[in-house]
C-alpha cells in the first residue's frame, strides 16, 4: 500500500505486459504517422530513382526533426494538464 503513503502501486505481471504492449503500438502508430506524412510531403509519387536525391533527403531530415519537436511539445503540454488536473483534484490546486 505505498501509494497510500505518496509512492507509486506496484504493478504486477500482466499489468507491466499491457503497459508495454500499449507503449509498442503508440509509438508503432507514432512511426506509421511520421512515416506518412513525411513521405506524403518529400517524395513525389512519381518517383524514378532508387535513391533518395538530395533535396528529397533534406526535406525528410527536417520533417522528421519537426515533427518530433511538436510531437515533444505536445507531451508536456498534455503532461503539464494532467498534473495540473490532478493537483486540483486532490487539494493541492488551493490558491492558485
Request: with cysteine; charged share 25%; aromatic share 8%.
Amino acid at each position: 500500500m505505498s501509494f497510500l503513503f505518496g509512492g507509486r502501486p506496484q504493478l504486477s505481471s500482466a499489468e507491466k505486459i499491457a503497459a508495454a504492449e500499449t507503449e509498442i503500438e503508440m509509438v508503432s502508430d507514432m512511426f506509421n504517422r511520421l512515416t506518412h506524412s513525411c513521405a506524403k510531403k518529400c517524395i513525389p509519387p512519381d518517383y524514378r530513382e532508387g535513391d533518395l536525391n538530395k533535396g528529397e533527403s533534406v526535406c525528410l531530415d527536417r520533417c522528421v526533426s519537426k515533427f518530433f519537436e511538436v510531437n515533444m511539445k505536445v507531451s508536456e503540454k498534455m503532461q503539464n494538464e494532467a498534473a495540473g488536473k490532478q493537483g486540483i483534484s486532490s487539494g493541492m490546486g488551493y490558491g492558485m
